[in-house]
Structures are given as C-alpha cells and as structure tokens.
C-alpha cells in the first residue's frame, strides 16, 4: 500500500498518537473516581501494567483502542482496509499480548476489565458501561469484564 502524504507529515501525525493518557482512559478514570474508587496511576502488576489498577480489589482495568486492539465487529477497527503484512502482525500481536495479559492476570487471582473505546464515545451508553463496571467490581461475580456494547 502506497502512503499518501509524505515521510515528514506521515512521522508528524503518528507522534501524535498516544499511549496513555488518552480519551477513554481519562474518562474511565473520572467515571471510577467519581464512583468512589481510589487508584494509583503507573502501577503495575508484575511485569504488566495496566491503565488503571484497584490493587485492594485485585482488579485491572484496560481501556483498549477500537483501532490498535482491533475490536471485532467495531466500525472504529477498520478492518476493511488492505493493510500492508507490518500493520497486521502489529495487530495480531497486540491481540496475542492482550490474550497472554488476560490470562496471567486471571491466572495470579485478578479480575481483568477492558473497556473500548466506543464505548466512551456516546455518554449514555458509557455510563451503563460505568454502572455495569461498577456492579462487576462490586459483587466479584466473574474475573472478565468487557464493556460490549457497539455502533455500528
């Protein structure tokens, strides 16, 4: 696939792009607070480092990017693009180490939470997500949570 704008604009837009402190972390982490929930920011488990960590309740929560995480059946994942093979091995394996965090996570007594972020996009539908989240904390029911709601 041939890129349409040039390396300069093409380096400019990516450095744009963050890691953390993003949109949805920062709306899951006020909506949290807002609950009453107490966390630490840059803490990690281990050797994995989840965007929010409730360490007195063993839960993680991670707020993915439809985009980077490729959310199936998300209109934000844009999976109907032709890719060149590097974009999709970067796919796969952050699908691969999203499943490998989960299964640690669960397997040393966490609960592990993901919230995605078109979840966050429409404030109605993310704060049944929030209040979904916060019953899931709350009653210890299941060591997976995921906001699943999609627009398509």
Request: glycine share 6%.
């Amino acid at each position: 696939m041939v890129d349409n704008v040039d390396k300069k604009t093409r380096s400019r837009m990516m450095s744009g792009i963050r890691s953390s402190n993003t949109k949805p972390e920062v709306l899951t982490r006020k909506a949290l607070h807002r609950l009453g929930y107490r966390f630490r920011l840059d803490s990690k488990v281990g050797k994995i480092k989840p965007d929010i960590v409730l360490r007195s309740l063993k839960v993680a929560v991670f707020t993915h990017g439809c985009y980077w995480h490729q959310h199936q059946g998300c209109k934000l994942a844009y999976s109907d693009r032709d890719y060149a093979d590097k974009w999709k091995n970067k796919f796969e394996d952050n699908q691969k180490r999203d499943q490998r965090v989960l299964n640690e996570l669960t397997n040393q007594g966490w609960r592990v939470a993901v919230i995605w972020e078109c979840t966050t996009r429409e404030a109605e539908v993310f704060q049944d997500v929030i209040g979904n989240l916060d019953v899931w904390i709350k009653t210890g029911d299941s060591s997976y949570f995921e906001s699943d709601y999609q627009k398509t």
